[in-house]
């Protein structure tokens, strides 16, 4: 596919002649889309549904389930926090053993952050930035709390609002730094961190690291294993289709496993679940990291999702994502920036994830009048961002195109100046 | 109805006449049953699917996920955990705001446990006992490990394998007792203890209690204000009927809730979740007990279950939990005792949950003959119980009848001496 910098146009023909040139153009027809007049730009907050889903729930439910009743358990739903670990791991550059799939992205950072803490004896120092989603600042100081108060963390600023200073996190790092933790794509801006550096950097001062991919599984290449991480969670929910808050997937490095322990050790972290011995001995694995029986009908819906990417392969996935997101920049220069809107995501490909975040100072209430009027479905993050989420399976240029157009509708006609900057949203 | 043990006849006839006089009967035809000759006794390890249940699926996943997308969280996803915690509290005898619905059992056992821990200081003991659901004295142990080992644990024998004293409870607390904790009904032996009286007996020496009534919501009447309950969780999976590994229920008492802090404070504990302040603010309310996202298609199928047993109501369940028991250990004593089986579940119905375990050396083996032969579908928990559990909602009399001949038969027939005593069961 050409890269739309080159030859950008921004006229319809050729958001439609990018399409033509799409080679995962057939995989959109694999999702539920009801109404293709409806653009729906918050891939990258709840995906959309795979048609092979819904096959997929009504067996778990109606045969597995309601036929084969507890049975279940022995036919896919036991070994599936593993099993799916396992598959994701083809997506995550990560050999098999390493991922298990359960429990909430806060629940599994919770665990790795206690795990990372304990491991790490003395050392007081965790460093995150103040781009971070923040239930991850939260939990980092309720863990501190928890360990009564002897750790000390650093959230470095980021004063354009898009990335902190990388050699500001270098420089953060010493002797004492037990912990360095940042999600990437950042969940406002996109921005991507140079991971492999950072993690290098943190492991020469014997800081242990912990990467929040929330925005990066199914969006951006990551390779866990070639890395070095030694700790990553993500959710399942965003650009990995899996459904409204199915479970998170946490990693923990082979070579750690045995060293590490999860604080909530219940009996799917037991070596023997099922012989009910009344003292607790960790699984040997990444086992250890379960906690308590796994909500499997969410659970099993990340399977076909899965599949669907897996097949489409992370190479193709991001290069549309470059060319989605690079396109996507180019109108908003073209068409958006002269209605006060800039750019709230880095313009370098190697820096961004799937989104691109526009700011304006009425963000809020244009998102408001997108969706309500407009037929556009973005998100909105305090104070002045307005996301749009690009996904590679199933996003065309023409959705680009005409989202853009409606974006400046909204502002031209004055559409969101009814709108109460009272704020409301659950999303 | 009847008490069965007034006017117990071991023939099929009285079965049929105790089903004809069953009020509940009605309701076994809003469960799924494919086939009527399968005897379905693991109802209290995983409830049967509600035909109701599927069709909120469909609803959730084509309609809500699929049609609405990320809308769905402000149509019913977004105050489910809270929605169904106040739906839920009219079988558990609470008022509103002090129950949610979210996470694994595990999960929220570990956040009562370490907010009980927390808010009781330098007192250091901890009680519980060897009838323990193991994942509870596995999470006490992970959290003594946690706050640094200066807490120990009791854990109080049961010589009979159906309770521990309750006198050496009474005996075990004094003022360094900071937690009692117990599962009731205990899950292999489905012995209630004297929840009101053992509550009280710890708040006099100033411990509080944290009730597991797992195997108890939606089986016996429990009254969590009334009882003055301090904290309290229970899965929705068993006679709750939320389908496999459905999220868990947490109770914490109205005048505790803004004194005590959960241990994962998420964004979904913030007060503003969606300010996405870089500070931890704890949300009002129950409302700080949460986490992360939930898994909302698993989370929504509790609801349609919950619809059937409020409408059933506790008082009926409860008297025809104890019909079924009362019938069930009869025939029993009649049919089994003369074949090895001994009856691992107390004879009071007041002291009798809603699954019948029946003790026989070879139960093991048994169980696996009764699955793979015979249509009839209990489970097996170490060393030699065999749990028959009777789900009130859809267990009829002459199921019981059939399953206590099955049962035989294995024996006389000696069907289970070909199979292994090496365990492999995942259930």
Chains 1, 2 share one sequence.
């Not at 460093?127 to 709390?145: G, K």
């Not at 370098?348 to 009027?373: K, V």
Request: glycine share 8%; with cysteine; aromatic share 10%.
């Amino acid at each position: 596919m050409t890269a739309p910098s080159q030859d950008f146009h921004p006229g319809l023909e050729y958001a439609r002649q990018l399409d033509t040139l799409d080679q995962l153009a057939a995989f959109r027809a694999e999702f539920v889309i009801d109404d293709p007049d409806l653009i729906y730009l918050d891939g990258n907050s709840l995906g959309r549904l795979p048609k092979a889903s819904l096959q997929r729930l009504q067996t778990a439910a109606r045969e597995q389930w309601g036929r084969r009743l507890i049975r279940g358990w022995g036919e896919g739903w036991y070994d599936a926090p593993r099993r799916l670990g396992d598959q994701l791991a083809g997506l995550l550059g990560a050999a098999p053993g390493q991922i298990v799939v359960g429990d909430s992205t806060t629940v599994n950072f919770f665990k790795l952050v206690m795990a990372a803490l304990e491991f790490q004896g003395q050392r007081s120092a965790i460093v995150s930035d103040e781009l971070n989603f923040p239930t991850d600042l939260y939990t980092l100081q309720n863990c501190i709390r928890l360990l009564g108060g002897r750790h000390n963390l650093t959230v470095l600023a980021s004063p354009d609002g898009v990335h902190a200073d990388e050699q500001a996190i270098f420089d953060s790092m010493d002797a004492s730094t037990a912990l360095i933790t940042f999600s990437t794509p950042t969940f406002k801006s996109g921005f991507l961190y140079d991971v492999p550096a950072i993690t290098a950097a943190a492991h020469r001062t014997g800081a242990l690291v912990l990467w929040d991919f929330s925005h990066g599984g199914g969006s951006i290449p990551i390779e866990l294993d070639a890395w070095g991480v030694d700790f990553a969670v993500g959710c399942t929910y965003k650009y990995l289709n899996g459904g409204p808050g199915s479970p998170s997937w946490l990693y923990v490095r082979k070579d750690l496993q045995e060293k590490v322990l999860s604080p909530i050790g219940g009996w799917w972290a037991h070596r023997s679940p099922f012989a009910f011995d009344l003292d607790f001995t960790p699984a040997e694995g990444i086992s250890r990291f379960l906690a308590g029986t796994p909500s499997v009908l969410s659970l099993l819906m990340v399977e076909p999702a899965l599949e669907i990417a897996l097949r489409a392969g992370m190479p193709a996935i991001r290069q549309k994502s470059v060319a989605l997101t690079g396109y996507m920049a180019a109108l908003v220069d073209h068409s958006l920036a002269p209605l006060g809107f800039s750019l709230g995501t880095p313009r370098d490909p190697q820096r961004r994830g799937s989104h691109i975040s526009i700011r304006h100072a009425d963000a809020y209430r244009i998102n408001l009048a997108l969706i309500n009027e407009m037929k556009v479905i973005p998100d909105f993050r305090e104070p002045d961002n307005l996301r749009l989420g690009l996904t590679p399976l199933y996003t065309t240029f023409e959705e680009v195109w005409e989202a853009v157009q409606r974006i400046a509708a909204v502002v031209t006609e004055k559409r969101h100046e009814k709108y109460s900057q009272q704020r409301s949203s659950v999303t």
